[in-house]
C-alpha cells in the first residue's frame, strides 16, 4: 500500500467519522496518528485522513457526494 492525504478534516472527530464512513464501503483508511496527539483527548486541531493511492478517486467521490467535502479540501503536506 501507498498511504497518501486524502483530507485534512476540520478535527479529529470530523476525522474519525469520515474514516469510519469510507472504511464502512471497503476503503481502509488512516487517521494520520501525529495529528491526533492531544494532553486534552481528542484533538481540536485539524486531522489528516491517508487513503491508499489506489482508492483516492473513488474516496474523494464519496465525501464529495455523501458530505460535501470538495476536493481542493485536501492538504497534501
Given at each position: ?77
Amino acid at each position: 500500500m501507498k498511504w497518501v492525504t486524502l483530507v485534512a478534516a476540520p478535527d479529529q472527530l470530523a476525522a474519525e467519522m469520515w474514516s469510519e464512513l469510507l472504511n464502512r464501503r471497503g476503503i481502509p483508511t488512516l487517521v494520520r496518528a501525529g495529528d491526533t496527539a492531544s494532553f486534552l483527548g481528542v484533538s481540536a486541531y485539524p486531522c489528516r485522513i491517508l487513503v491508499d493511492d489506489e482508492y483516492l478517486e473513488e474516496a474523494l467521490r464519496i465525501l464529495r457526494e455523501d458530505l460535501g467535502v470538495m476536493a481542493d479540501d485536501t492538504d497534501d503536506s
